[in-house]
């Protein structure tokens, strides 16, 4: 007991009451580095743009998407084939309009993608403008046409509709716009707007020769048929009977067979 007494008496406990103030203070340090810890996990993640082509199966799955949606992105990529636009990401994947607002504002498209689209939109801004509306060419019959009609076209001065109208005279009318080809001095740009502007009508009054009566003269005075060209018709007719058609007056030597569709509007047989 005098023992007892005496430790009681030589014992420092003020040792003890400071070592319990530092570790109060400790544990005040603890809480707070322990609340600083909790608040900065609470912080909002920061989300970096990304080119949704390619997403990660992580990252998708971190921004809501199921492994289904992940899966039919996987799929069309691995086609070679390309998301260009956010409504184009949900068609592919499917994923909710709701989870479409929240990702649409992290993906970032090349800027050639954007470019395309600009240019599509100037396109069709361009193909929506109002453009006169050409006028309609009125095509009329060659052999009405007058001098004035056919000087209206580019490059047909009075020369050359004067010798227009005077190989229609010696025709007695034109059967085809090819014929224009066998007239001198027309261009082949003046020939165009020819065939542009007008076509051949064969009018019910046109005189056709009939090559099984007609005599030298009157073959010979036809445009397409040179004098010795007529003898030989006439000849070949007194040897070997009628013609029957075009074929067998194409058979007598020096006919102008690339013109023979033209001269057989002008025969009968």
């Keep these: 007991m005098i023992a007892l007494q005496i430790f009681y008496l030589l014992a420092d406990f003020d040792v003890l009451d400071k070592e319990d103030a530092n570790k109060e203070k400790w544990m005040a340090y603890q809480s707070e580095i322990d609340q600083q810890k909790t608040e900065s996990k609470s912080e ?12 990660s199966d992580y990252k ?12 039919r992105l996987m799929k069309f990529r691995k086609e070679n084939k390309y998301i260009n636009s956010a409504d184009e990401f949900q068609k592919v994947t499917g994923i909710s309009d709701s989870l479409l607002n929240k990702m649409a504002p992290l993906f970032k498209f090349p800027s050639w993608v954007q470019q395309k689209a600009d240019y599509k939109s100037k396109q069709i801004d361009f193909f ?7 006028e309609k060419i009125a095509v009329l019959d060659i052999n009405q046409a007058s001098q004035e009609d056919l000087m209206k076209l580019y490059g047909i001065g009075e020369g050359l509709s004067g010798r227009i109208l005077r190989q229609k005279e010696v025709l007695g009318c034109f059967v ?26 064969v009018p019910p009054s046109l005189k056709k020769i009939n090559v099984n009566d007609a005599s030298l003269k009157e073959l010979s005075q036809f445009f397409y048929f040179k004098y010795a060209l007529a003898k030989q018709i006439v000849t070949y007719r007194s040897m070997n ?23 057989s509007l002008y025969l009968e047989f």
Aim: charged share 30%; net charge neutral.
């Design 176 to 201: 085809s716009m090819e014929q224009m080809k066998d007239i001198w001095g027309l261009s082949p740009e003046v020939i165009v707007e020819l065939n542009s502007h007008f076509k051949a009508v």
């Design 128 to 134: 929506k403008k109002d453009f006169p509306k050409k």
């Design 60 to 71: 998708g799955y971190k921004l809501g998407m199921t492994v289904e949606e992940i899966d």
């Design 241 to 263: 009977g009628n013609f029957n058609n075009i074929e067998d007056l194409a058979k007598i030597k020096d006919f102008p067979v690339e013109k023979a569709k033209i001269i």
């Design 44 to 55: 909002k993640i920061i989300n970096y743009l990304f080119n949704p082509n390619f997403i």
